[in-house]
């Protein structure tokens, strides 16, 4: 094993050298197998079937960047891909990757990148708490990663924030943690800094900056950007599977989901890649759009709210129908989920602490 010392910059070091964002080398970004399209329907009551799902490599960004994705059509939460794509960015001085994937394929996921790259893994970003990004956080830790994330991810994990029961249940004890997959190195987002990386790494030819991100798609997402690759891999405020998700309880929500996007013109060039958590490759103009759709159906909810409706109400004037033809993984849920995130978030909606939002569980709503 060649080691090399990791040369770390704060921001405000960094704040005084001129952003230089690499050409893309000849033939990256490589897609390898696009996510599928669907539509996917599931039997009730179906599981995920984690022995059957295989992790890949989808996407190699640039020579030594690869991107780690699932099996398509098993998976019920992602069946155009399973889990969250992972990144791997590996050469002489070790592994960094973004991500962990679900748990249950940690094994299949150390597999995957075994297959490109027998370097230590040294560097971990987490870019937002869900599980299909976080999942085998310990198990990547115990192989010698260091876990890096916003504080508020860091408390989102630590003290995860109650769901009301369903009707007629207690609540369920909070599970146990694995303090192994807590991030041990955090930082957290600057208001009067937008788009400044909290750290950077200089690592196997290349410049990553860890950018934290304002309360979007949950409190604590942070961005990651490969400078030479052109590159930033933007995780779930943005999402072409599906409609819109902003994580509530966890301090996300769709105004944040809009400043995110609106940072992203700022942060990207023209050419830059994106790399959505879900769903395929994207540059900032696609971004346009479903900004636009999140702003209409939103001022939409407001007007219905303001005028006395109710949620049910708000729900059968279907108002994503302009959006559905074009909007791949449309489903019911997926459709009720972003209306009633929309319902909740233009009135009374609580704000964000330590990473969280206590939202009522409205029994008039
Ligand atoms: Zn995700």
Redesign the pocket.
Known sequence: MKTRTLVLVGAAALAALPVSVGTQQAGYPMTIIAPAKGPFTFPAGYQTPWDKIDIMVTEKMSPNLFVLHGSQGLDSA?PDAS???ALALFGPDGVLMVDTQNRQVAEKTLKALRSFTDGPIRVLVNT?V?S??TGANAFFAKQGALIYAQENLRNEMMRPPRRAPAAGQAAAPAPAIDMTGIPAATYSYNPATPGEPAVTFYMNGEIVDFIPMMPS?TAGDTIVRFRNANVIYI??FYRNFGFPFADHSNGGSLKGMLDAVDLIQKVAGPNTTLIP??GTLVKKNDLLAYRAMIADVMAKVKTLRDSGKKLRDVLAANLTAPYEATTLGDTQSSKDRFITEAYDEVKDFPPVVDGKRTMGNDPGR
């Open positions: 992602h889990g969250g794509r937002h869900h299909d990004h798609h995780e779930d958590g879900h």
